[in-house]
């Protein structure tokens, strides 16, 4: 069974740095990988999703890399801004279009 | 969140009451899921469904129900409230071929 999780649970960081979430999980079987950022009391907003055959995805100044063998996707936040605080979740689709696989999140803050 | 609608926002029942959460999405894609978050344990999937006419059970579907007569809605029942359902219920959308996932602003239940 597919397990995601997601450390550390909480950051909290100043303005301009640059920072980095991990996910990893324990099947490498995956179909993608997919990255959401929630505000509290919203829904889910979708930030990147890497396929299993890519290595990494850019939005801007987001950067999602993906490595399967190691179980291991990290989200970069380049020159953080106080309007990226959010929760950031990745979730986990399993080889064969299964459903996905949620871990419980990164609580960010960052300060002005 | 544009192409997921869900009502009501927010919604107050005793235990022993029914209603129903309304899904509406306008992208005329296939495959609706309904998920429930809990504080700390992440997105749970109740129900989904691959198309009209097909539903289909998640990990937790216990006390729920859904219909699926059209491709637009993807409505969610809860026959008898118990506390244990008090959890913020979020619809989401598939797209056809990433498999990205596209959530609705969410549905705020309280069960006393």
């Known amino acids: 069974k597919q397990e995601v999780t997601q450390i550390p649970a909480a950051l909290s960081v100043p303005e301009g740095e640059n920072l980095v979430l991990n996910c990893s999980f324990t099947d490498s079987a995956i179909y993608n990988l997919q990255w959401f950022r929630q505000d509290p009391g919203k829904g889910l907003t979708s930030l990147l999703l890497?396929?299993?055959?890519?290595r990494e995805q850019t939005s801007g100044r987001l950067n999602a890399s993906l490595d399967k063998s190691s179980g291991r996707s990290t989200l970069y936040i380049a020159a953080s801004q106080p309007g990226d605080s959010a929760t950031y979740l990745c979730?986990?689709?399993?080889?064969?279009?299964?459903?996905?696989?949620f871990g419980t999140g990164t609580r960010l803050l960052v300060s002005p | 969140n544009a192409g997921v609608t869900q009502t009501p926002k927010f919604r107050i029942l005793k235990i022993g009451q029914s209603m129903t959460l309304q899904c509406t999405q306008d992208?005329?894609?296939?495959?609706m899921y309904w998920y429930r978050q809990d504080p700390g344990m992440g997105l749970k999937l109740i129900y989904y469904s691959v198309g009209a006419g097909i539903t289909d059970k998640g990990e937790v579907p216990n006390g729920y129900n859904v219909s699926r007569s059209t491709t637009e809605d993807f409505p969610l029942r809860l026959e008898l409230a118990a506390p244990s359902q008090t959890s913020v219920y979020f619809c989401?959308?598939?797209?056809?071929?990433?498999?990205?996932?596209?959530f609705g602003e969410g549905s705020r239940l309280t069960v006393l």
């Open positions: 890497i396929q299993s055959s890519q």
């Open positions: 989401a959308i598939q797209g056809p071929n990433t498999g990205e996932l596209f």
């Open positions: 979730a986990v689709r399993g080889a064969g279009f299964q459903k996905l696989v």
């Open positions: 992208m005329n894609h296939n495959y």
